[in-house]
């Protein structure tokens, strides 16, 4: 009992006792409630709604974790969810706000993609939801409700919520707020003003008076778009990486519900061409084993253990990591829900003819990033693949090193302009040796490492080739011609001499284009671009536009396959240069495939070096016919005598030349490939 309401009780007067207790109440610290039980205890639905009547948290099998992550970690500074459409995130928002205004007040924003849609959702959610609890009938005034200028801003006893559209920059930075939603995320990032920052930064900066006290907090929830993007890159940078997942029925082992776990056969496989799905042979299967599980079985399994399943939110990480994280991550995918079939799912798929309404239907009806793109490289995959194999003779001999090519990508400045510059030995059987990776300024500069360049050769049984004959110089090399074509296609065309072959170095120029032609990943440029017009007598110089995503995909394919031996010391840019992995598919797509599909670099990461990779390797598939190389080699191997291929294959992985270590650390990188590189234990 408080000494307030002691002292009232003492006062003699009835109005004055009435005013003390008025006080008393005032003051009286308020107790916790779990927002579940509020919800469960207060919370009424009327007839527009799905389930009408007194709430339940048994609607979904999420919906009781929705409501009290916070509450129950209020170490953590609030959530950040990944979600599909239709799970009751927006509805447990709701109930947690509604329990704020009743039991811990305090200035609150609700934020969302633009005013319209903030001003509906105060009207048509909010407040008819307070208009059904009979515990905030004191709390929101009459004259709040009836007064149509504060539409999207309703006071109440103790604070204000605020609803705004995230166009709005005043809305977002006025005042400290102790608890801020950030609806739809991935949208209303893009509608805030560019010239006040980062949303998320801006929004969280508004919690920093409550946060020194310990109060309040931020929740964050969207459907995805790409993988390191906007509420993806969120998630798991900053979070504690939370799914909701379940126990296989059949053996045991954690299944995340993603799309990944859905297998389908065509109806036509006839004459090699490309099957239409069939979804009603679609089934969903466990990632350990293999294990089909059934519709009936899925819909048990994902319900919490209450309610006899073993559905639950898991984290990734180790419990260390998770205390570290500042926020509370969930996921929560379409799959999850026991009333969505798989044959369900499968149908909806395959009515998705265009990229547009794939990608759709991939982020808002999965709750899943689109993925068409090459997945982002750990850093793990990162450190095994890049490490350098020093003093390394590579082989030579018919399934060995053919020649050795240049790329360079060109940076400003214009009169003396500076090269991110690689050098890559390509083998017949596949593989790749980085020779050099370096930052060179000036064409005198670039011209004089193409000339001295080299890497030794042994003749493919392990024996190195003494004198001249033991080295491979430059045979090609490929340049970005960027905004200096001019200049670099006039540099092209002078002579360079490979001091170790003896010959000229071929110089190709390239520039990338983002124009949709999925047919033609290169193309070369018309008569009219390909001669200098100031010197006619030069002649034409071959001269390439490169479909982007087509080559830099493929570098970073080659990478990830672990086909890039690294033979020298790496620059420190060069890792993040290929952390940076940044082409997406534009979201203004033209109806094609996705391989058709316009990309981009989403934050202006640097990728110089991994440009460079591309360019390298486009020159020795246009101009040394790379590929026919590889397809050649592939044809003998198939005709060859089992033993050879053997012997063979053990040179490829390295065992002959490089060691057990070669062959352990390719061994790593498919495990990182095929496990913890594209999703962790549970194999997305």
Same mark, same amino acid.
């Given at each position: ?52 009547? =007194? ?28 979600? =599909? ?5 927006? #509805? ?31 009207? /048509? ?22 007064? @149509? ?87 798991? #940078? ?55 599980? $059934? ?15 073993? &559905? ?86 018919? #399934? &060995?090193?053919?020649?050795?090519? *240049? ?42 490492? $193409?000339?001295? +360049? ?13 004198? =001249? *004959? ?29 001091? *170790? ?22 193309? $070369? +440029? ?21 479909? /982007? ?55 202006? $990461? ?35 005598? +089992? ?10 992985? &390295?065992?002959?030349?490089?060691? *057990? ?16 590189? @594209?999703? &962790?234990?549970?194999?997305?």
């Amino acid at each position: 009992m408080s000494v307030a309401t002691d002292v009232a009780r003492t006062i003699a007067h009835p109005e004055e006792r009435e005013l003390w207790e008025a006080v008393a109440a005032a003051i009286q610290p308020r107790t916790r409630v779990r927002p579940s039980a509020f919800a469960e205890r207060s919370i009424i639905l009327d007839q527009s709604n799905a389930r009408p009547g =007194p709430f339940s948290c048994d609607w979904k099998p999420w919906t009781r974790d929705l409501h009290d992550l916070h509450f129950d970690h209020p170490e953590k500074l609030g959530e950040i969810g990944i979600k =599909p459409e239709q799970i009751g995130a927006s #509805r447990a928002n709701i109930n947690r706000a509604l329990c704020n205004c009743a039991t811990d007040p305090g200035p609150m924003l609700y934020l969302t993609t633009d005013a319209i849609k903030a001003q509906n959702f105060a009207v /048509r959610e909010f407040m008819p939801s307070v208009r059904a609890c009979p515990e905030l009938d004191k709390v929101f005034s009459q004259s709040a409700e009836d007064n @149509r200028s504060l539409i999207a801003s309703r006071p109440f006893a103790g604070g204000v919520i605020d609803f705004v559209g995230a166009g709005s920059e005043s809305g977002v930075i006025s005042t400290a707020r102790k608890f801020v939603v950030l609806d739809e995320y991935q949208k209303s990032s893009e509608n805030f003003p560019k010239s006040s920052g980062d949303l998320f930064g801006t929004a969280f900066g508004r919690t920093k008076t409550f946060r020194q006290a310990g109060l309040g907090g931020m929740y964050v929830f969207s459907h995805p778009r790409y993988d390191n993007e906007d509420v993806m890159d969120l998630w798991t #940078r900053i979070s504690d990486r939370r799914r909701w997942c379940f126990d296989c029925p059949h053996c045991g082992a954690l299944v995340f519900p993603c799309s990944a776990r859905v297998r389908m056969t065509g109806l036509d496989e006839s004459d090699g061409e490309h099957a239409d799905l069939n979804p009603d042979s679609a089934v969903f299967v466990c990632a350990t084993n293999g294990c089909v599980i $059934l519709d009936a079985e899925r819909a048990h399994a994902t319900w919490p253990p209450r309610l006899g399943g073993t &559905g639950r939110f898991v984290s990734e990480l180790s419990a260390e990591e998770q205390a570290k994280r500042p926020f509370i991550g969930w996921w929560v995918t379409g799959l999850a829900d026991p009333a969505f079939g798989v044959r369900e799912w499968a149908a909806e798929f395959v009515q998705k003819k265009t990229v547009e309404q794939r990608q759709t239907f991939f982020n808002k009806r999965n709750g899943e990033p689109d993925a068409r793109s090459e997945g982002t490289l750990a850093l793990e995959s990162i450190e095994q693949c890049l490490k350098p194999m020093a003093d390394i003779v590579v082989p030579g001999g018919p #399934r &060995g090193v053919r020649f050795l090519c *240049a790329g360079a990508d060109v940076q400003s400045p214009r009169h003396n302009p500076t090269f991110v510059t690689v050098g890559m030995a390509f083998a017949a059987n596949g593989l790749a040796y980085l020779v050099w990776a370096k930052v060179v300024s000036g064409f005198a500069a670039y011209h004089a490492l $193409l000339g001295e +360049a080299s890497v030794k050769i042994n003749d493919g049984a392990g024996n190195s080739v003494a004198g =001249p *004959a033991g080295l491979l110089g430059v045979r090609m090399a490929s340049i970005d011609t960027g905004y200096e074509t001019q200049q670099v296609m006039h540099n092209s065309r002078i002579a360079v001499y490979s001091a *170790a072959r003896g010959g000229k170095v071929e110089q190709l120029p390239l520039k990338y284009t983002t124009q949709t032609n999925a047919d033609n990943p290169a193309i $070369l +440029a018309p008569e009219s671009k390909r001669t200098d017009i100031a010197r006619p007598e030069l002649g034409a110089i071959d001269y390439f536009y490169l479909h /982007r995503h087509s080559w830099v995909d493929r570098a970073i394919r080659r990478i990830q396959e672990g086909r890039l031996v690294i033979l020298c010391a790496l620059p420190l840019m060069f890792k993040e240069h290929l952390m940076s992995n940044m082409l997406r598919p534009k979201l203004k797509l033209h109806g094609l495939e996705p391989d058709a599909a316009e990309w981009w670099k989403p934050k202006e $990461l640097r990728d110089d070096f991994l440009q460079a990779l591309a360019y390298c390797e486009a020159g020795a598939v246009l101009k040394l016919q790379l590929d026919r190389i590889h397809a050649a080699d592939e044809r003998e191997a198939r005709e060859r005598p +089992a033993a050879v291929n053997e012997r063979d294959g053990e040179q490829r992985r &390295g065992k002959r030349e490089f060691g *057990a270590g070669m062959a352990d650390r390719a061994d790593r990188l498919g495990q990182e490939r095929h496990g913890r590189g @594209r999703g &962790g234990w549970w194999n997305v």
